[in-house]
């Protein structure tokens, strides 16, 4: 079961591969029925939070769904045997891959890509391409256009500024192109996406930033925004355990760009259990166009995967790997204030 405040509950059913959107009586159900139960015991236990043939109903319509099933002793649980090893997340994502079927794109690929997607769009609309703009205190970003031409020219912009020109030229689409099946337009951006799917989501947490407040920010590709979805802590020293990769610069660590996978974007599209690897390949593409311009205007740049995974998704409020989780950062500090010109990569150094 899963709740947005926008669309409502929804049933994902990993083993069929598929959803429904839900009222809140059915969902009642489903979460009841979490647990082994009689379905009499159930009526009766939500007899005060709906009508008794209402209760019913649904929970004859979930049962020939194949959302329940009759439970005939004891059960193998294999979740319960991943979980134990901190592996639920990991599970929900083999039992959705599971026996996906290969196919040989050697042969008819792009023939075959086409079918699929049509019949994927048939099921359900391929119209997601970036997460809604998240966050309060938002603030409009520069034009893509814009941030280049000043990119190419530096100047005495502040921090902040800058800050703003790399997350533009990153995260904001260039263009659009039509579907040639049903579903959303695709975007284009300045960093190379297999299918543009452009699954990878922009953050960026500010240190110490003149102009912008200390705290995390979601860059919104649609809406073309930056907005304010938490707080850091008052002092680097938590950071610090937190995001080790994140203080190797030979400058103070002034901003952390965080590149976040989601997966349902890949997934619509990429559905075999292999092409999760296609996720970091996204990242990797968008962590190397943002190390690259943040190593240039008077600044100073390094590209990391040492981070306590956990740690990063709550400072950004993700919501694992259901939704979304951390891929890589890359941390910005000042030319001017670094101590050599050299990068710190652990305990050794290497000449930039």
Aim: charged share 25%; hydrophobic share 35%.
């Amino acid at each position: 079961m899963f709740y947005d405040e926008r669309s409502g509950w929804e049933i994902r059913n990993l083993e069929q591969r598929r959803s429904w959107a839900v009222d809140a009586p059915t969902a009642a159900v489903v979460i009841a029925f979490m647990q082994p139960s009689e379905p009499h015991d159930v009526r009766a236990a939500l007899r005060p939070h709906g009508d008794h043939d209402v209760i019913s109903s649904r929970i004859l319509a979930l049962t020939l769904l194949g959302v329940l099933s009759e439970c005939d002793g004891p059960q193998n649980d294999p979740l319960s045997d991943w979980a134990a090893f901190g592996w639920a997340e990991a599970y929900d994502y083999l039992l959705s891959t599971w026996s996906y079927p290969f196919e040989d794109y050697s042969k008819r690929g792009q023939e075959v890509d086409k079918e699929r997607m049509r019949e994927y769009a048939a099921a359900w609309p391929d119209v997601v391409r970036a997460l809604p703009q998240k966050g309060i205190d938002v603030r409009p970003l520069p034009g893509i256009q814009e941030s280049l031409d000043r990119l190419s020219s530096p100047d005495d912009r502040g921090l902040v500024d800058r800050l703003l020109d790399i997350a533009s030229v990153a995260a904001l689409p260039i263009e659009t192109m039509r579907s040639r099946t049903p579903g959303a337009d695709y975007i284009h951006r300045t960093s190379p996406s297999g299918g543009s799917r452009h699954p990878s989501e922009l953050y960026l947490l500010a240190l110490s930033v003149e102009g912008l407040s200390r705290g995390v920010y979601h860059v919104a590709t649609l809406e073309q925004t930056l907005g304010r979805v938490g707080a850091l802590p008052p002092d680097d020293r938590d950071l610090r355990d937190g995001l080790p990769g994140a203080f190797r610069l030979p400058a103070p660590t002034r901003a952390i760009f965080v590149i976040t996978s989601h997966f349902e974007r890949n997934m619509y599209r990429y559905r075999e259990p292999r092409t999760l690897r296609t996720l970091y390949y996204d990242a990797g593409h968008l962590g190397g166009l943002v190390e690259a311009l943040g190593d240039s205007d008077g600044l100073v740049a390094h590209g990391h995967q040492g981070f306590v995974d956990s740690y990063l998704a709550g400072l950004i409020g993700s919501d694992g790997l259901a939704v979304e989780s951390p891929s890589y950062l890359v941390s910005i500090g000042l030319a001017a204030e670094a101590e050599s010109p050299e990068k710190r990569i652990g305990k050794s150094r290497l000449n930039s």
